[in-house]
């Protein structure tokens, strides 16, 4: 999976404390262009969005009420200073549906 496939989720697991879910995103893109990795980047989260939205993760899940919800964004390459602005601003768009977007660079 990667960072192309607006419409799959990269991983799942259960949270160590059992209360949240985690979502994993394998960005492997280098920023050469940007605007648009910025672009995919956003698609991709708005489509992790929706799947926690619409609760499909209670196929693998099944009566399974989460309190919290992370998306770790698992980068190949440092990410630029845009990058990290635009987590700062969906976290905190994010924070009162108890969802956090974290970055993981390798």
């Known amino acids: 999976m990667s960072i192309i496939e607006t419409n799959k989720i990269d991983a799942m697991s259960m949270s ?22 910025l672009i995919l980047l956003q ?4 489509a992790y969005l929706g799947f ?8 693998t899940y099944p009566d399974t009420a989460f309190e919290y919800y992370v998306i770790e964004v698992s ?4 990410a630029p200073e845009n990058c990290l602005k635009f987590f700062e601003v969906i976290n ?5 549906y108890r969802i956090q977007v974290i970055l993981s660079e390798e």
């Open 16 to 37: 160590k404390d059992g209360q949240g879910l985690m979502l994993m995103l394998a960005d492997h893109l280098d920023w050469n262009n940007e605007q648009e990795h």
């Open 43 to 46: 698609e991709k989260i708005n």
């Open 52 to 59: 926690i939205e619409s609760n499909q993760y209670s196929e």
């Open 75 to 78: 980068t190949k390459y440092k």
């Open 92 to 96: 905190t768009q994010l924070k009162e």
